[in-house]
């Protein structure tokens, strides 16, 4: 490390007034009846994720009026933002878009001074030996906690501005890449689940062309659709297309019980559960041998459904792995991955209400499940000139997602070497050169 890096703990910068810490509001401060479903975000130790905020449906908000109350647990832009109880080593920055979103009662919000880069400083959290400090540092067992005092008590470096700047900025461009990535694919992801329920749900272009509307489509494409419907078991279809069964347009392969198939001496795997379709990624997955049937390989690209617990249907795109038991890898000699993908997805909502139906402290749904559950198939050129449209978006979207992957690795790389000093930024940009 640099003689110029100073190393200190975080108090002194707060001693110092090159820092601030607020405690999300305590007891009658915010009351439960100032919760609604309109407002700003209220961050809790929910939404905070390895270094940004996961914001969804069950996440509770806060009315301008509560904000405008209580203005010190309004957060601001570069606010480091800690989980006060449970997940005690994850903490997140907040974005220029996310300013003005309020601190929940569980989290403790660090704010830094001009004379130090917000970003080094939440790169520097997130480090293996400051997160591994957090851990060892919390109170309690059974639910660990933070408090001011503890993270005043953190052990940091704060090299001149200039250089945390520049260490935030070659962190943050592997970062804003994975982020553009991510918004790239929810919206092409948006885009092909759209085109699916325009297509196969709502026959939008059969009902246009019946009714002598132009369809909006290319002209090869439209006239592939049919002008009519016919009658079926589930109803007026579009003419010449069939109904299958969900398991007859693809094979749903169960997972192993991979415990029996202990890692030895040569090669393993990560084993792929549940847990690591939700994350996407096999950090922290247990292993197994890598002799197994090679059926059981899971790659990126792969479409894996988990038919137990959380019903999830992902395009995997975190590594080669092992399919563990409770998840399906679902493949097809027949039709597209961007067919049967859809389908599921289609589907989704009605297994889950299937398995929060079943009185088991797990939910799950049976292969019978897959019978019952009906798609349609269109005649052959018009599934092909489908696919020129959907496949692309699908593989764009694994692309992305393992190109991500790459980039994550690579910051995780970089981090505690440009962090602890071992790694000076000129080095590195001396080796680029």
Not at 209 to 221: I, M, T, V
Not at 417 to 424: F, Y
Request: charged share 25%.
């Amino acid at each position: 490390m640099g003689s110029e890096w100073k190393r200190t703990a975080l108090g002194r910068l707060i001693e110092s007034g090159e820092a601030h810490l607020q405690t999300g509001p305590f007891g009658t401060a915010l009351k439960a009846a100032e919760y609604s479903s309109e407002g700003v975000p209220l961050i809790s130790v929910r939404e905070i994720r390895e270094g940004h905020f996961e914001v969804g449906k069950e996440t509770s908000r806060v009315s301008q009026e509560t904000t405008k109350r209580l203005p010190q647990f309004v957060l601001d832009e570069g606010d480091i933002v800690f989980g006060r109880k449970g997940a005690t080593d994850r903490n997140a920055i907040v974005h220029a878009e996310q300013s003005g979103w309020f601190l929940g009662s569980d989290g403790i919000r660090l704010r830094l001074a001009k004379s130090h880069n917000s970003r080094f400083f939440s790169y520097q959290m997130r480090s293996p030996s400051i997160r591994q400090w957090l851990v060892q540092n919390s109170e309690g067992t059974t639910m660990p906690s933070l408090n001011q005092g503890i993270l005043g008590r953190i052990p940091i470096v704060a090299p001149p501005l200039p250089e945390q700047r520049a260490i935030a900025h070659i962190l943050g461009t592997l970062d804003d890449k994975i982020e553009l990535n991510r918004r790239m694919n929810e919206t092409l992801e948006g885009m092909a689940r759209a085109l699916f329920k325009s297509w196969f749900v709502d026959f939008d272009p059969v009902r246009a062309k019946a009714e002598g509307r132009d369809p909006g489509l290319p002209k090869d494409l439209a006239d592939l659709f049919p002008d009519e419907f016919a009658d079926s078991e589930l109803g007026e279809i579009p003419k010449g297309w069939r109904v299958y069964g969900l398991d007859e347009i693809a094979v749903f392969l169960n997972g192993l019980a991979l415990q029996k198939y202990p890692p030895g001496e040569g090669r393993s795997l990560a084993v792929i559960k549940i847990a690591q379709l939700r994350k996407g990624d096999t950090s922290g997955a247990d292993r197994c041998s890598a002799f197994i049937p090679v059926e059981y390989f899971v790659d990126d690209g792969d479409v894996l459904f988990s038919w137990s617990g959380s019903l999830e249907c992902v395009l995997w795109s975190g590594g080669l792995g092992a399919l563990n038991q409770h998840l399906f890898k679902v493949t097809s000699d027949k039709f597209p991955k961007w067919f049967y993908y859809l389908w599921i997805h289609e589907h989704l909502g009605e297994f889950r209400h299937i398995a929060a139906g079943k009185a088991t402290t797990m939910g799950h749904i049976q292969r019978g499940h897959l019978s019952a559950a009906k798609v349609l198939v269109p005649p052959q050129p018009l599934l092909d000139a489908m696919t020129k449209v959907m496949s692309p978006l699908i593989a764009t979207i694994t692309v992305n997602a393992t190109q991500s992957r790459t980039l994550a690795a690579l910051r995780d790389m970089l981090l505690p070497k440009l962090i602890s000093g071992e790694l000076r930024v000129e080095h590195l940009l001396g080796r680029l050169r």
